[in-house]
T-cell receptor
Framework: ETGVTQTPRHLVMGMTNKKSLKCEQHLGHNAMYWYKQSAKKPLELMFVYNFKEQTENNSVPSRFSPECPNSSHLFLHLHTLQPEDSALYLC??????????????FGEGSRLTVL | GEDVEQSLFLSVREGDSSVINCTYTDSSSTYLYWYKQEPGAGLQLLTYIFSNMDMKQDQRLTVLLNKKDKHLSLRIADTQTGDSAIYFCAESTGGSYIPTFGRGTSLIVHP
């Protein structure tokens, strides 16, 4: 596989469920990101990891819990979500955080629906 | 207001030129980007411009940057139905280079 792969592509969960989103990049990059895409809103940065260390937490509620076991994998653990958390969650990677033009490579996203 | 602003929709006829506009607030922006998101897909970098440039051309794409007005535009010449997508404007500053994105402009190309 190439590029950035996200699973599952679609997820429906109740407010009391616990689920996880997975992201894997095959580009040899060192930085990985979670973004939230909601209709008619700016793309919202949630978390950034660089060399497995979290460098950004953009005031995200604790019901979202990221995990980055290595530079190739990124998870987003979800628990007791709210209906307003329904959105497309995009994972991205980049070579690193400094230097260059900082191109991000995105996965296709995980469409989350919270009932 | 938002850091990066762009209109939500643009409708053009096939063969015409499309111009998508964006304004940003950070005067220290180093790079400015246009990303494209096709239906059911993630974002893909279309083009970018360094802040010391006024214009960049790449085949059918022309990027114009007005630093004084903090205005960025993307012109697509001879727009095709395959250009129908959401176009995101983004900017980053020196240091972390993490882009800040706008809401995206949905470009609809009709015959």
């Amino acid at each position: 596989e190439t590029g950035v792969t996200q699973t599952p592509r679609h997820l429906v969960m109740g407010m009391t469920n616990k689920k996880s989103l997975k992201c894997e990049q095959h580009l040899g990059h060192n930085a990985m990101y979670w973004y939230k895409q909601s209709a008619k809103k700016p793309l919202e940065l949630m978390f950034v990891y660089n060399f497995k260390e979290q460098t950004e937490n953009n005031s995200v509620p604790s019901r979202f819990s990221p995990e980055c076991p290595n530079s190739s994998h990124l998870f987003l653990h979800l628990h007791t979500l709210q209906p307003e958390d329904s959105a497309l969650y995009l994972c991205a990677s980049s070579q690193d955080l400094a230097g260059g033009q900082g191109e991000l490579f995105f996965g296709e996203g995980s469409r989350l629906t919270v009932l | 207001g938002e850091d990066v602003e762009q209109s939500l929709f643009l409708s053009v006829r096939e063969g015409d030129s499309s111009v998508i506009n964006c304004t940003y607030t950070d005067s220290s922006s180093t790079y400015l980007y246009w990303y494209k998101q096709e239906p059911g897909a993630g974002l893909q970098l279309l083009t970018y411009i360094f802040s010391n440039m006024d214009m960049k051309q790449d085949q059918r794409l022309t990027v114009l940057l007005n630093k004084k007005d903090k205005h960025l535009s993307l012109r697509i010449a001879d727009t095709q139905t395959g250009d129908s997508a959401i176009y995101f404007c983004a900017e980053s500053t020196g240091g972390s280079y993490i882009p800040t994105f706008g809401r995206g402009t949905s470009l609809i190309v009709h015959p």
